[in-house]
């Protein structure tokens, strides 16, 4: 069985704050998990990142359980993009990624992206001198 990892964005509504999700989602789905940022808003919504470690069929499995728990879940990797057409490789924004998503390629000296490591934080969207990332953060769509 190959272990993989998915960033996720968690939102979680009132009706969902006081379930324990995490909880479940160890102990029933045998996902692992590292809480990579959490939030709590007005009015009891949160928001989590997380980093969901399991085999595949065990990630879909517990995002359908959360989905049905009413948390809403979504891709990170889905929220940041590139434009390899704009991108000089400059290598400003592998100074402020600190999940690695963005890494220089010593070899080529390219500059290589990895969107099932982003967190969508946005850090660098703003480092960019040529605007070739795109995307919203998630805090954007507060
Ligand atoms: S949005 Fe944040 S985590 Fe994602 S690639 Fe940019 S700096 Fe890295
Ligand atoms: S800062 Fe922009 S142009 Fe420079 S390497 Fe990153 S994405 Fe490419």
Redesign the pocket.
Known sequence: MSIRSRNVLLAFGQQAIHKPILYNLAVNYQIMFNILEARIFPRQEGRMILQLHGSMEDIDKAIKYMQEEKVEVEFLADKIK?DDDK???????TSVCRTEA?CIDRKTME?LFFPEKCIACDL?KI????G??IGTSIDMDL
């Open positions: 590139r991108c000089i490789h400059c290598g400003a924004c963005l500059v660098c480092a960019c001198p040529v070739a990332v």
